[in-house]
């Protein structure tokens, strides 16, 4: 694919192929970091395609998180309550507690998440007991796992303040509930089966993917 130079690109490309991962893993199928120039990134341009996954969130353009494989991806908006619908759990988060499924960090992660929407990454992992060095690892995995079922997205980013108001070192990283970000957006969510969701969306996957990434999402959807 032709190497693109501004967001606007992006979202063509987005909108083409449904999900763009940021980096590469989806065999034979593009992501925002083979698309693009290496040396565009982290520059803090409006050409840096490192701000520009927060923009398809924030903009709701694309749904952005870590939703199969842990692997970050940008999926359209208008696609994203299916890919909901196909890869949630058939119970909430208290019945995964409860059936020794989820811990309760789980619970206390998205608790505070549904109770405080757009909340920053260091405000939550305080809410949650999760904010020393040694807590970070068990508060990545626990915040996948609820991006991996679709319950969690990031919302946008937030300037990070210090105690007086002002803007303290890089930005912040925000999370919502997905049916919030749905419901912000615009979008509805969609009342077939999962299994009808995983229909639709590998029907759509075949019109659009080569072979080898079609083979891949196949396979990704057989395990949930």
């Known amino acids: ?77 208008r696609l994203f309550p299916l890919w909901c619908r196909a890869l949630e759990s058939s119970m909430d988060v208290e019945e995964r507690y409860q059936d020794g499924l989820a811990s309760r960090h789980t619970v206390r992660l998205y608790e505070a998440i549904r109770d405080n929407p757009g909340i920053d990454v260091k405000t939550l992992r305080k809410a949650v007991g999760l904010a020393s060095k040694e807590d970070k ?23 990070r303040l210090n105690e007086q108001g002002n803007k303290n070192g890089w930005n912040s990283t925000c999370y919502v509930l997905s049916e919030v970000w749905i419901a912000q957006h615009g979008l509805n969510t969609v009342r077939i089966s999962a299994e ?29």
């Open 1 to 77: 694919m032709t190497k693109i130079h501004t967001f606007e690109e992006a979202v063509s490309v987005v909108k083409e192929m449904g999900i763009v991962p940021l980096s590469s893993f989806i065999p034979e199928h593009p992501s925002l970091e083979s698309i693009t120039e290496k040396a565009a990134w982290h520059t803090g341009e409006a050409s840096d395609p490192w701000l520009w996954r927060d923009r398809f969130a924030g903009e709701g353009i694309a749904a952005y998180g870590r939703f199969f494989k842990k692997k970050p991806m940008q999926i359209d908006s």
């Open 196 to 224: 009808e969701a995983k229909r639709e969306l590998l029907a759509d996957c075949k019109q659009r993917w080569s072979e080898e990434a079609y083979s891949f999402v196949v396979k990704a959807l057989g395990k949930h």
């Open 137 to 159: 690892a068990e508060f990545d995995k626990t915040l996948i796992e609820l991006q991996s079922s679709t319950e969690v997205v990031i919302a946008g980013i937030s300037d």
